[in-house]
């Protein structure tokens, strides 16, 4: 998913190249106002899944959670 709007702020030019990186699911929105008007609590949780062979060199054609190397090195 692009935010072609996002790319033409000046905010996007502050994001790190990691941060340009990471992107907003589809039902984000929705799901943060939601959270807004219901919730008693904060907080994010989810997940990324793909193919193996899509982010690790000579990975396979298993689906696994996906991870980005800089934010791993901080689990």
């Known amino acids: 998913m692009e935010f072609e709007i ?7 030019n502050a994001f790190s190249e990691l ?6 699911p589809q ?7 939601r959270a807004k008007k ?3 609590i904060m907080g994010t949780l989810g997940s990324a899944f793909g193919f ?3 982010f690790i060199e000579g990975g ?7 991870y980005l190397e800089e934010i791993k090195n901080y689990t």
């Open 19 to 24: 941060g340009k990186r990471i992107y907003l």
């Open 38 to 40: 219901e919730a008693e």
């Open 6 to 12: 996002v790319k033409k702020t000046p905010l996007y």
């Open 27 to 33: 039902g984000v929105f929705h799901w943060s106002g």
């Open 52 to 54: 193996e062979e899509d």
């Open 60 to 66: 396979g054609p298993e689906w696994v959670p996906l």
